[in-house]
């Protein structure tokens, strides 16, 4: 059974690099017919794609955000991780990690699957 | 705002049908596959729907995905109050080089 679990600080000060981490079980980060995404939820929110490294440690990122975001994977450990800089107010939000289907070469056909329980993170000083 | 349009809300009776929308456009919905997830309040989302009509082991043929053209559709069948959850829609965006989601719908079993 494939799971994933969210840890990082639940509060960061405004300015200041929000970090995360998703531990992985039941599958390998490196099995290459996977990604592995960040998501996000502000509050009474819909879902934001942060962005999502493929097994080579390539990735991709919303535009929105690509200047503050670093996904990376750490093998080894079976994990990946976020980091987000320079937050503010607005990057408060329930952050949740996701393995990726599918592929993106045509017509994407992306799915998120499993998710894991979703950690918050407020911003605040 | 969010790239993809659902309705805010929907709410039906047990044991009735309900159908929640998703719109978009020829760079998202039009050109790619849609993905359906519900989410009880509280907790993480998960998959209901992929390559649009597609159901994950162990969900159950009440839920049903269609797409034309720019729109999709969630389709749910034989209402139960369990169903009672935020539904959002999901797609790649081949102009934006981004996955994008619709702002999810609450269904309310009346």
């Known amino acids: 059974q494939v799971q994933l679990q969210e840890s990082g600080p639940g509060l960061v000060k405004p300015s200041e690099t929000l970090s995360l981490t998703c531990t992985v079980s039941?599958?390998?980060?490196?099995?290459?017919?996977?990604?592995w995404a960040w998501m996000r939820q502000a509050p009474g929110r819909g879902l934001e794609w942060i962005g999502d490294?493929?097994?080579?440690?390539?990735?991709e990122n919303n535009p929105s955000l690509r200047s503050r975001v670093t996904i990376s994977l750490d093998k080894s450990k079976n994990q990946f991780s976020l980091k987000l800089t320079s937050v503010t107010s607005a990057d408060t939000a329930v952050y949740f990690c996701?393995?990726?289907?599918?592929?993106?070469?045509?017509?994407?056909?992306?799915?998120?699957?499993?998710w894991g329980q979703g950690t918050l993170v407020t911003v605040s000083s | 705002q969010s790239v993809l349009t659902q309705p805010p809300s929907v709410s039906a009776a047990p044991g009735q049908k309900v159908t929640i929308s998703c719109s978009g456009s020829?760079?998202?919905?039009?050109?790619?596959?849609v993905s359906w997830y519900h989410q009880l309040p509280g907790t993480a989302p998960k998959l209901l729907i992929y390559?649009?009509?597609k159901r994950p082991s162990g969900i159950p043929d009440r839920f049903s995905g269609s797409k034309s053209g720019t729109s999709a559709t969630l389709g749910i069948t034989g209402l139960q109050t369990g169903d009672e959850a935020d539904y959002h829609c999901?797609?790649?965006?081949?102009?934006?080089?981004?996955?994008?989601f619709g702002g999810g719908t609450r269904l309310t079993v009346l």
């Open positions: 996701a393995r990726v289907s599918g592929d993106r070469v045509g017509p994407t056909d992306d799915w998120f699957d499993p």
């Open positions: 039941g599958v390998s980060v490196s099995t290459p017919i996977y990604r």
């Open positions: 490294s493929y097994y080579s440690g390539g990735t």
């Open positions: 020829s760079s998202n919905v039009g050109d790619n596959y």
């Open positions: 390559q649009n009509n």
């Open positions: 999901g797609t790649w965006d081949t102009s934006l080089s981004a996955v994008v």
